[in-house]
């Protein structure tokens, strides 16, 4: 059995254990469902109101994702001006820390007077929660491009958007990456923080309306869906990562016979 067989297991049988757990904590002191409910109740709802819940994980999946990849777009572009310009980063870097400070909650009911309640303040929150991290990430690797490699292009004559383009956006890449998996996790936060305040559709809506009929295995049923949507997309990336950047990654092999 190798490393990664061996890992993959451990790792398995925590999330296993963790959930059999709570089952097991929560049938010994008889915790009721309004206040923890078990997994099995959890899983048991799930299922039975499936069909009611699909539409809103639809929606929620569709939100997240056009916001991301518009905050992808936004962050790399920002994060390239910052991470090539000294003038833009000492101009856009202290602005981007102070609107990335102010809590996204607050800025939905402004998108809502703009742009009024739905779809649209969903997308622009879960785009602008996501941006801040890939931006910061890709600026980092630009500006951590080693000298050496920038003074070879300079003596074959390259300009600074060949040295941008060959040396400096493939050395990024690790940290690209790296944010993008981070940034998809807060645009499934930025989507939910909308969704509860300024929507009538989504996983959001859906826990609002739950909470308020007091039906917590339906709300904790919306949770399991958004950790579930998380984990996958966070496994794509990472497994696009080991594609794109496996030459910035030492081999298990390597690593176990050193």
């Known amino acids: 059995m190798n490393a990664q067989l061996r890992r993959r297991i451990a790792s398995a049988s925590l999330i296993v254990g963790f959930f059999v757990l709570w089952e097991l904590l929560c049938a010994i002191f008889h915790v009721r469902d309004i206040v923890l409910p078990r997994p099995s109740q959890i899983l048991y709802t799930l299922w039975a109101d499936l069909p009611g819940i699909w539409p809103h994980a639809l929606q ?7 916001g991301f990849i518009l905050g992808i777009i936004g962050g790399v572009l920002l994060g390239i001006l910052i991470g090539s310009s000294r003038l833009a980063y000492d101009v856009a870097y202290p602005l981007l820390i102070g609107f990335a400070s102010i809590p996204k909650v607050a800025v939905v009911p402004v998108l809502v007077l703009w742009f009024g309640a739905g779809t649209v303040p969903a ?3 879960a785009a602008i929660t996501c ?3 890939i931006v910061v990430n890709v600026a980092t690797g630009l500006a951590t491009t080693e000298p050496e490699l920038e003074d070879v292009m300079r003596t074959l004559r390259a300009s600074k958007l060949d040295i941008l383009v060959n040396v400096g956006l493939p050395r990024a890449m690790p ?9 998809v996790t807060l645009a499934f936060v930025g989507t939910v923080i909308s969704e509860t305040v300024a929507s009538n559709r989504g996983i959001g809506n859906l826990m609002m309306i739950a909470s308020s009929s007091f039906d917590v295995p339906l709300v904790f049923a919306g949770l ?5 949507m998380g984990v996958a997309l966070y496994a794509i990336f990472s497994l696009i990562e080991a594609r794109v950047t496996g030459w910035t990654r030492r081999q298990d092999d390597f690593a176990v016979g050193a």
């Open 60 to 66: 929620t999946t569709y939100t997240t994702m056009v």
């Open 123 to 125: 997308i622009i929150t």
């Open 131 to 133: 941006v801040f991290p």
């Open 175 to 183: 940290y690209f990456f790296a944010s993008l998996k981070v940034a």
């Open 224 to 228: 399991l869906i958004l950790a579930l």
